[in-house]
């Protein structure tokens, strides 16, 4: 499975990005995805979450402001990102796991098995 995140990008605080990863493979709809970010010292954190259900997970500093979809027939997850602020910048990560669990556990985390290339957000003041 490899994974290929795109829409990151220069924005005013306030402003939107859409990011998108498309998943090759044929497990795409079965797979719980997740976005994570990393901003520069800091760890990685789970951003948004959404199982093969639709069942969707979010971190309470993007709450209401972000939103994780998923489009099984194109193989892609979306976050999409409104009222943006300075403290969203950060690389972001999309991932697939088969599990749940694997995605939204810290302490699972580690098990992982795809991760995209990263999409730099940065959010201007």
């Known amino acids: 499975v490899q994974l290929q995140a795109s829409g990151g990008g220069l924005v005013q605080a306030g402003g939107s990005l859409r990011l998108s990863c498309v998943v090759s493979g044929r497990t795409f709809s079965s797979n719980a995805m997740g976005w994570f970010r990393q901003a520069p010292g800091k760890e990685l954190e789970l951003v948004a979450a959404?199982?093969?259900?639709?069942?969707?997970y979010y971190a309470d500093s993007v709450k209401g402001r972000f939103t994780i979809s998923r489009d099984n027939a194109k193989n892609t997850v979306y976050l999409q990102m409104n009222s943006l602020k300075p403290e969203d910048t950060a690389v972001y990560y999309c991932?697939?796991?088969?599990?749940?669990?694997?995605?939204?556990?810290?302490?699972?985390?580690?098990?992982?098995?795809?991760w995209g290339q990263g999409t730099l957000v940065t959010v201007s003041s």
């Open positions: 991932a697939a796991a088969s599990q749940w669990d694997t995605i939204v556990v810290v302490t699972l985390r580690h098990l992982i098995p795809s």
């Open positions: 959404i199982s093969s259900g639709g069942t969707t």
